[in-house]
Nanobody, 126 residues
Framework: QVQLEDSGGGLVQTGDSLTLTCKVS??????????LGWFRRAPGKEREFIGA????????YYWRTDTSRFAVSKEKERNTIFLHMTDLKPEDTAMYYC?????????????????WGQGAQVTVSS
């Protein structure tokens, strides 16, 4: 059983930085690794993969992501993953979600993720 809670969204200005937080709750007797990902959905657009990180193993995965501006990290001892965003632009305005997939491979397909946070709205003003 996995529960996710996103937080840290808000209204920022172009060029600002923002870090989103996802509190992760996984059953303590669960020895499986998880793929924890970040997605976003802008108004009128499809959900977009940003990046993913292993919960137990090391390693991150990005696909067509501006890695000069977006980075995924984790602090397992705090049961938390992060999405670090810099030099934000108005086109980054979206609802951002963390999600979990019970598998060892890091994936970008939203259908692979079965647990989702409630979302954190990020609005970037010009």
């Amino acid at each position: 059983q996995v529960q996710l809670e996103d937080s840290g969204g808000g209204l920022v200005q172009t060029g600002d930085s923002l870090t989103l937080t996802c509190k992760v709750s996984i059953r303590t007797d669960d020895d499986f690794d998880y793929c924890l990902g970040w997605f976003r959905r802008a108004p009128g657009k499809e959900r977009e993969f940003i990046g993913a990180v292993h919960w137990i193993a090391e390693g991150t995965y990005y696909w067509r992501t501006d890695t000069s501006r977006f980075a995924v990290s984790k602090e397992k001892e705090r049961n938390t993953i992060f999405l670090h965003m810099t030099d934000l632009k108005p086109e980054d305005t979206a609802m951002y979600y963390c999600a979990a997939a019970q598998q060892t491979e890091l994936v970008r397909f939203d259908w692979a993720y079965h647990n989702w946070g409630q979302g954190a709205q990020v609005t970037v003003s010009s």
